[in-house]
Structures are given as C-alpha cells and as structure tokens.
C-alpha cells in the first residue's frame, strides 16, 4: 500500500490484478484499486476533482481528468474517512498511475492533494 499526505490530507492505495477481466493475447490488462482518503486536519474539506496519469510499459501514457470520483464529491470532516474502488486497464502487463485531487476548503480555498505513485502489476511477471 502507497501512502502521501498532502495539507493533512492523507491518501493510501491498493492495486490488485483482476484476471478475470484481462485479455493478456489481446494486451487487455485490467486492475482495480482502492483508495482511502482520511481528513487529518482541522478543517474540512471536499474532493472536487482528479487527475490521473497512467503509464504502461509500452511508453503509452494516458491522463484522466475529471470532476469527483465514482460520480461524488465526498466531503471530509476533520477526522473523516472516505473509501472507493475503481479500476483501469493497461496494454501491457506492468504500469503506474498517480495523480493530484483538487480539494477545496469551506472558504473557498483551492489545492491539490498527491495521490502517491502505485504499481499494476501481473502478480509474478518481475520475478
């Protein structure tokens, strides 16, 4: 699991492989990942929007803008938890994604959040 904090906001990632959905003859890797943002600081806060940038080890990389996350702009009390699961997928069997969250601040103050760097990786492909 990756972990970053940014202005008290600290945001932890998983990656697994999902087989079951994954081409590997037709290079159609497909990964999902869960995501834990948890509010340490004094003040809220809401995710507005997010930026991807996914790399695979073809040299392909592929940047993802959008507002929220799984269709909401969760807000976090200080000391609030915020989970989902997403997923992306990959023409190759290895890659990274990491990216920024645009939060706000009940004043109206804007900044970004890092979302540490991740592996996805086909279990055993490195060793």
Request: glycine share 10%; charged share 20%.
């Amino acid at each position: 699991m990756e972990t970053a904090i940014t202005e008290g906001v600290e945001v932890s990632v998983e990656s697994f492989y999902l087989p079951d959905h994954s081409v590997p003859e037709e290079d159609r890797y497909v990964y999902a990942y869960r995501i834990r943002l948890k509010n340490r600081s004094s003040r809220t806060v809401q995710l507005l929007r997010r930026h991807w940038i996914i790399s695979d080890s073809t040299g392909e990389v592929n940047e993802v803008k959008g507002d929220g996350v799984v269709g909401e702009q969760p807000v976090l009390e200080p000391g609030g938890e915020y989970e989902y699961t997403s997923g992306s997928h990959l023409k190759s069997p290895i890659g990274t994604m990491h990216g920024t969250y645009q939060m706000a601040t009940p004043s109206g103050g804007l900044f970004d959040v890092t979302i540490p760097c991740f592996s996805l990786e086909v279990p055993g492909v490195l060793n």
